[in-house]
């Protein structure tokens, strides 16, 4: 099974500024001949089912603010929110599905600081 | 609107079963592939199972294969989950996901809000 560890596991970042997430993989997740990585984000927020995020690494979902930013391939990979809004808090997870079990990291809790 | 509700989801004791539904609205269920993710309390996300638009492709996580079995009722626009021989450790939020792909599980771009699944003595 490919292995999905995220770091930070809690990141507290203050109104306007940028937060960072990375997420390694512990196998490669990018399919040469489709020339796409296999990795998606998502967020949970407290009491709500995760929300689709990205695709393909950096695809935004429509409707998600494009101070949103999905990136990296291989087994490296970030998501970016420029400057954080209040309504950002939430666990962000990564997941592959380059293979059968799809997995997941174990989640990033974002907060205020 | 895309919709997922999912129901069936209760306290059982370890070695019982419960059957899980999860009734789709708002899009065309035949086309779409379906998955089911648990979440245990205060834990992240474990994928369980996927089963294609026509059933033809089915797969398990190794810690439910053997004991759970996915299933759908196009017609009824509804996935299942049976569930055997529950653990402790299988108490969780489940929820039903719909997948983007037709042949293996990929992004799931809409869940339900999970239905509770305790299992206890």
């Known amino acids: 099974d490919i292995v999905m560890t995220q770091s930070p596991d809690s990141l507290a970042v203050s109104l306007g500024e940028r937060a960072t997430i990375n997420c390694k993989s512990s196998?490669?997740?990018?399919?040469?001949?489709?020339?796409?990585?296999?990795l998606a984000w998502y967020q949970q927020k407290p009491g709500q089912p995760p929300k689709l995020l990205f695709h393909?690494?950096?695809t935004r979902e429509f409707g998600v603010p494009d101070r949103f930013r999905g990136s990296g391939s291989g087994t490296d990979f970030t998501l970016t929110i420029s400057s954080l809004q209040a309504e950002d808090v939430a666990v962000y997870y990564c997941?592959?599905?380059?293979?059968?079990?799809?997995?997941f990291g174990q989640g990033t809790k974002l907060e205020i600081k | 609107e895309v919709q997922l509700v999912e129901s069936g989801g209760n306290l059982v004791q370890p070695g019982g079963s419960l059957r899980l539904s999860c009734a789709a609205s708002?899009?065309?269920?035949?086309?779409?592939?379906m998955s089911w993710v648990r979440q245990a309390p205060g834990k992240g996300l474990e994928w369980l199972s996927y089963?294609?638009?026509?059933?033809?492709?089915?797969y398990y996580a190794d810690s439910v294969r053997g004991r759970f079995t996915i299933s759908r009722d196009n017609g009824k626009s509804s996935l299942y989950l049976q569930m055997n021989n529950l653990r402790d450790d299988d108490t969780a939020v489940y929820y039903c996901?719909?997948?983007?792909?037709?042949?293996?599980?990929?992004?799931?771009?809409?869940w339900g809000q999970g239905t509770l699944v305790t299992v206890s003595s």
């Open positions: 196998q490669n997740v990018f399919f040469r001949s489709s020339n796409k990585n296999y």
């Open positions: 997941q592959q599905y380059y293979s059968t079990p799809v997995t």
């Open positions: 708002g899009f065309t269920f035949a086309a779409y592939s």
């Open positions: 089963i294609s638009k026509s059933s033809n492709f089915i």
């Open positions: 996901a719909r997948d983007q792909a037709f042949d293996a599980p990929h992004q799931f771009d809409y």
């Open positions: 393909w690494a950096s």
